[in-house]
C-alpha cells in the first residue's frame, strides 16, 4: 500500500496570507546571509536544510488520503485536497470517462465535505463514484451539497454516476485487493476511523477523535483499529493543554496518540488535522512538546525497572507526504 497526504489540516481551509508569505521569503534571504551563505550554489542546500515551519509549512487543505495498491485506489474524505487529486486523476481514465472512484467518509463535518463540488471527475459522464460511510445519510449528504442556492450544479446534473454504500459497523468489506473495516471513533457527531489491510501491511486512520475512550477495555470492540498497525494517521488538532482545556470539541493531542502506540505496538504514527487557527511554528512547537513527553516517558519506564515501552517512528504529518507499506 501507498498512502498519500493531499491535506492534513483541520476544521477549516487555511491559506497564507500574503504577509506571512512575504514575511517568511524576507526571513529566508536574512537566514541564508546570516549562515555564511554568498552564492546561488548555495541555496539549495541552504533550503534543504531547513525544517518545515521555515520554509514550506505544514499545508492548508482540508482531510483527503489517498490509500493505492498496484490494483486499488480508496479516498479518505473529500475535504479541500481532494481538489489536486481530481487534477491527478483527470490525467487517467477519469479525464476519458472511464474512471471508478472509492471514496469512504468518517463523517460529514464541512471540512471534509467542502472539496467535493471542486472535484472534477464527478462532473465528467461515464465516470462512477462510489462513495461509502456507516452513516446512513449519506446519500442526503450529497443532495444537500449538490443544491442551490449552495452550489450551482444539482445532484442530478452532474455527469458521474453516483453508487451509494451504507456500510455495516466492524463489519469488513473489500474494495479491489484491499480489506477495510470501520470502527467507532470518539468525535461529537458519529465517526468512523477505517483499518486498510492487504498483504499482511494494515494502515489504520484514526482522525477526528477525542480519544475519550483510551484503555483496552474502554475501546473494547474497536480495540483492533490500533493494534498490529504498521502506519496510523492519528488527531493532533491541540498541544495538551489545549486538549484538556477544550473538553468534548472531538479532538486529541499528539501526546495520547504516543501513548496509545507505545502500548498497542504502532510501528509509525502520523499527526494531522493540525489546528486552522495554529501558525506553522506553533505546529513546529507542539511537535517539539510531543518528543520531551515521548522521551520522558520511556525514561520513565527505563527508570522505574519496567519492561522498554515500544519505540514508535512518529512525525507531524505535511501535505504531500507519502509513505509507503
Known sequence: MKIKLWGVRGSL???PLPEEVEARIRGLFRAFFKAGNKELGQVEAFLASLPPPDFGGYGGNTPCIEVITDRSQVIINGGTGIRRLGYELMRGPCGQGKGEVHIVFTHFHWDHLVGLPFFNPIFIPGNVIHAYAVQPELPDVFKN?????YFPVNLADLGAKIIYHQLEKRKSFSIGDMTLTPYQLDHPDPCWGYRFEKDGKVFSHCVDTECTRATREELGPDLPLYQGVDLMTFDAQYTLFEAIEKVNWGHAA???????AMREGVKRIVFMHHDPAASDEKIAAAQTQAGRYYNGQHKSSARSGLTDLH??????AIEGMTFDL
Open 254 to 260: 499528539a501526546s495520547i496518540g504516543l501513548d496509545i
Open 145 to 149: 451539497l449538490f443544491r442551490k442556492p
Open 13 to 15: 481551509p487555511t491559506p
Open 311 to 316: 519505540q514508535v517512528d512518529w512525525t507531524f
